[in-house]
């Protein structure tokens, strides 16, 4: 990555940027190293080297092994280049929060006698098996130069428990990444400057603590502080957030950042930013409209950092944005109708009064579907929509109807998505057949019609105030059979059976049948 800044002549910068190795590459990550550069800068850094360990795990631990680096550079002129890339062919790194912002020091004179505390910006970064200390000052010798610093850190002010003094040059900054430090201990930085004419000057930094702990976020909530719950749907596109119980005990928190998602642990939806994070830094709101798409479950994602570098992550549950009213694209709705006799209801049509055994299907709403309403509109029926009693079957039974029979009724569902939302309805028809079995008027009229085809006549047999019939035509040789092979179904009330032998008897069966299945049956015979 390399990008070039505007910048001031002679302004000190501070460039820094949170590093990780690269999940994608199989390079071993003992060997992996970082370049930066910058005017005047060429340095080398290592990323930590180790799997993450129990100290550092959270919800979202493939977040949790970024490391801080912290790099100084003096502008040369109004435009400065900075370039970090990885070294070696074979690994690439990640790179997050990159920044450049201009730094004031407050510049110290040289005096041998004079003690200078508090003068050194330190910078401890800490993980469970891995220690950083940046450090960066200023000072001058108005009668003679300053030909070099050397710099300790230890464990009391003035120390070198863990680090002896190291000579510097007229360099003003300093970087150790190769520290063990214990967590809840002090780390301090003490300079020495010496001029010249061989005098010397000490400055000393104030305690950094060392905190291996990351902050404690606790539970992310969608929606902002006026919808009180945790949102599971929304149809606006202001989607916001807040973390409420976020606390760090040893250090603090620094800051906190955010991002979008479509799973709790992936940031492709909008990258961690520290934009739009209201003023308590512990909730955040953004339109949305024109990057997420409704009907996608969107996770808000924080990470918040400690003082000591340290750094937690975790993620709400997420939130279904939606607009629409659920779709019928695919929905349907049925009546499920028993058949009372052997024969199978038809054309909608339904013996009982009583009860409706109802069935749909197929709506459709990214944000889930809440519960179904029913309307049932026909003679002496109240037309209104009722809610379905609904225990995750998409069937429903209606009892004590008393509908009218030989009437038509409508059967209506629609959806409610758990925004209140309605679809539109879908529809379907009943119809209540008169009660009571068809009746018999007289017999079967058969006759020869010619040699070998006889004529079965049953027209004016069969008497109902319905008379939608369809027949079931038998004929055989012997009564209730049908040794001859022959059946029919037909609407017709007349038929000719051709290519018999007239020198047998033939039993006939008609059977007359109401489209709900009820029938009546009336047999007959034929001799030649």
Aim: aromatic share 10%; glycine share 8%.
């Amino acid at each position: 990555m390399s990008q070039t800044f505007t910048t001031v002549a002679d302004q000190e910068y501070r460039i820094s940027f949170f590093v990780n190795h690269d999940a994608t590459t199989d390079v071993p990550r003992l060997t992996q190293e970082g370049l930066l550069t910058a005017p005047g800068l060429h340095q080398v850094f290592k990323l930590r080297n180790r799997q993450v360990s129990t100290a550092d795990t959270t919800s979202t631990e493939q977040w949790d092994t970024w490391q801080k680096q912290i790099f100084y550079f003096t502008a040369d002129g109004t435009a400065s280049t900075v370039t970090v890339q990885s070294v070696g062919t074979k690994a690439g790194i990640s790179l997050d929060n990159f920044k450049v912002e201009p730094v004031t020091y407050t510049t110290t004179t040289f005096n041998p006698t004079a003690v200078y505390e508090g003068y050194i910006d330190l910078t401890a970064q800490t993980l469970s098996d891995w220690g950083s200390v940046s450090a960066k000052w200023s000072m001058v010798d108005p009668e003679s130069p300053i030909v070099d610093y050397s710099w300790a850190i230890g464990t009391t002010r003035g120390g070198t428990q863990l680090q002896g003094f190291v000579p510097l040059g007229v360099r003003e900054s300093a970087q150790n990444s190769n520290l063990f430090l214990k967590h809840g201990s002090y780390v301090h930085v003490t300079v020495v400057a010496t001029n010249a004419a061989g005098l010397f000057a000490v400055l000393y930094s104030e305690p950094a603590l060392v905190d291996l702990t990351p902050p404690v976020i606790g539970t992310v909530l969608d929606g902002s502080e006026q919808d009180s719950v945790d949102l599971e749907y929304q149809n606006s596109d202001v989607i916001c957030a807040r973390w409420s119980d976020v606390m760090d005990d040893e250090s603090g928190i620094n800051y906190c950042e955010w991002a979008l998602g479509t799973s709790s642990h992936l940031a492709n939806l909008m990258r961690f930013t520290t934009s739009y994070i209201l003023e308590d830094g512990k909730s955040a709101c953004i339109d949305s409209s024109g990057f997420i798409a409704h009907g996608a479950r969107v996770y808000v994602i924080v990470r918040c950092h400690n003082h000591a570098g340290q750094s937690a992550t975790a993620s709400s549950d997420g939130v279904v944005l939606t607009s629409v009213p659920p779709s019928i694209e695919h929905a349907y709705v049925t009546v499920v109708i028993e058949p009372v006799t052997q024969y199978a209801p038809r054309n909608h049509y339904q013996y009982s009064p009583d009860k409706l055994h109802i069935a749909w299907g197929g709506f459709e709403d990214p944000s889930g579907i809440s519960y179904y309403e029913y309307m049932v509109e026909g003679p002496d029926f109240i037309s209104a929509w009722n809610e379905v009693s609904w225990t995750g079957e998409h069937t429903a039974t209606l009892t004590d109807l008393q509908l009218v029979p030989g009437a038509t009724y409508i059967v209506s569902v629609r959806s409610v998505n758990f925004l209140g939302m309605q679809s539109d309805s879908v529809s379907t028809e009943v119809n209540i057949a008169v009660q009571g079995r068809p009746s018999i008027n007289r017999g079967l009229k058969l006759s020869w019609e010619e040699q070998g085809k006889m004529l079965i006549n049953w027209e004016g047999v069969f008497g109902s105030s319905n008379a939608d019939f369809y027949y079931e035509v038998s004929l055989g040789l012997v009564e209730g059979g049908s040794k001859a092979g022959l059946w029919y179904e037909t609407r017709q009330t007349n038929m000719t059976v051709s290519s018999l032998d007239q020198t047998k008897e033939y039993h006939i069966t008609v059977n007359a049948i109401t489209n709900a299945g009820m029938y009546i049956t009336v047999v007959g015979r034929l001799k030649g």
